[in-house]
């Protein structure tokens, strides 16, 4: 009778058993991707495992949660879950995560399966074959959490068109396409360490904390079930920048780039939920700024001091980030506030109880610059003068934003930056995205951008409603405009019989 194996001979088996020797064609041509970026392995035996997970065992466990997961929805769907949010603006909240994050993680299944073929090292690929499974997983989940949603809200029918075409979604849907056109190695600093380990807990724990605190269960549910991949992930990521600083030290400037590059579009993308925190959330749970501080300057600044001792520093213009987290929520929400009418999502003025909350959270600087913008637009509201930009912003070639961030030392002043490439005048946010242009030109001058596109009449018809109707299928006066007197909010004050 055949011995049973134990774990260790059986984890062995099903994955560095599955490598072969190349006899009869070049391992350099089966790999051709290993070498260009210019990063040096010497032995790839030195992986750690960061999973020790097997494909069986994987397939298992993740039909366990599977399970419960989709008990919880039914019982959601079953019990109309929606009535139980805590206040219908907190819907647009789940409408910026479908339309703007859940596409990413079906980038990532992508992303992920792509490198994981090109890497050399038969642990890598099959930790990355795992993540891209998740990943999948999760898009999945995500979808079908918010589904529920959208047979009583408007906005979000056709998430998947928007994501490819709306103006503020280029912002997710740019950095992705960064990362994947990228090497496999700068893929895995950008996803899998810069992202997914330093700066996940800033988009996942507000998101999930914020759905528990208003009443949003389906959303709770599936952050929970995929918290556990994400402690892989995260796990993943780590390794891979230990892995690569210690095979060679010729790895530490180019890894050392990549971070800086990442960290600074990782924090640029993460403005959304800044703003999410801040403004969108009827129950709030902790500001933008505070979670900048836990997240990433206490848990940050640990794994920084830990990277020295490989000759890795703080991520540069660490510094501009630890300043703007006084002001990026306000002037994201503002601009939203402002184009309010070409969004798919409703926006509204702070409550008072709200402006207070923020002038005490911000206390430096929410009632020096931002306050008076909003008693301002509640004045212009009450006269019946809501305002809106008629004009089309400009944006960064870089991180696709439009131009909303100041100088940090006068939050009065729009930042700009340029440069001159083949004669061509490019238009940035910040130093840190005129540094990545400058870095990588020809990249970058492929971007496309939505406004020029708009411009170029590449997006429907001649005016703004032509593109929001045509070009995005946007149905306008019930996906956009304000949250007041929206058909949104007309239902929801039926459904809680509210005069």
Known sequence: MAKKL????????????????FSYEDRKEAFPFEEFEGI????????EDPFRLTMDSYWKYQAEKEKKLYAIFDAFSQNNGHLNVSDPRYV??????????????????????????????????????????????????????????????????????????????????????????????????????????????????PFMSGAAHNGDMATVTFGFSAQSDEARHMTLGLEVIKFLLEQHEDNVPIVQKWIDKWFWRG???????????????????????????????????????????????????????EKEKEHISHQAWWTFYTHGHA????????????????????????????????????????????????????????????????????PTQICYRDTVYNGDRYHFCSDGCKDIFEDEPEKYVQSWLPVHQIFQGNCGGPDVENVLADFYRMNLGADNMDMTDSPDEKRWKQWKGVA
Request: proline share 4%; aromatic share 16%.
């Open 6 to 21: 134990n774990i260790k001979d059986k984890y062995r088996l099903l994955t560095r058993d599955l490598d072969w020797d």
């Open 40 to 47: 040096k392995i010497t032995d790839w035996s030195k992986w």
């Open 92 to 205: 647009n909240a789940i409408k910026i995560f479908l339309t703007g994050v859940s596409p990413l993680e079906y980038q990532a299944y992508q992303g992920f399966a792509h490198v994981g073929r090109q890497f050399g090292g038969v642990g890598a690929r099959v930790a990355c074959q795992m993540q891209s499974l998740d990943e999948l997983r999760h898009v999945q989940t995500q979808i079908h959490a918010m589904s529920h949603y959208n047979k009583f809200f408007d906005g979000f029918q056709d998430y998947s068109h928007m994501h490819d075409r709306v103006w503020y979604l280029s912002v997710p849907k740019s950095f992705f396409n960064d990362a994947r056109a990228a090497g496999p190695f700068e893929f895995m600093i950008a996803i899998g360490f810069s992202f997914e380990y330093v700066l996940t807990n800033l988009l996942f724990v």
């Open 267 to 321: 924090s640029r993308l993460l403005t959304i939920v800044a703003m999410m925190m801040d403004y969108m959330l009827p129950n709030k749970v902790m500001s933008w700024k505070e979670a900048w501080e836990v997240y990433f300057e206490e848990a940050g600044g640990a794994l920084f001091k830990d990277l020295a001792r490989y000759g890795i520093k703080m991520p540069k213009y660490a510094e501009t980030i």
């Open 343 to 410: 969004a798919g999502f409703h926006t509204w003025i702070p409550t008072d109880e709200e402006l207070d909350w923020l002038s005490e959270k911000y206390p430096e600087t929410f009632d020096k610059y931002y306050r008076p913008r909003w008693e301002l637009a509640k004045k212009m509201e009450a006269e019946g003068k809501r305002f809106y930009t008629k004009a089309l912003p400009q944006l960064c070639t870089t991180c696709q934003i439009p131009m909303l961030f100041t100088e940090m030392d006068d």
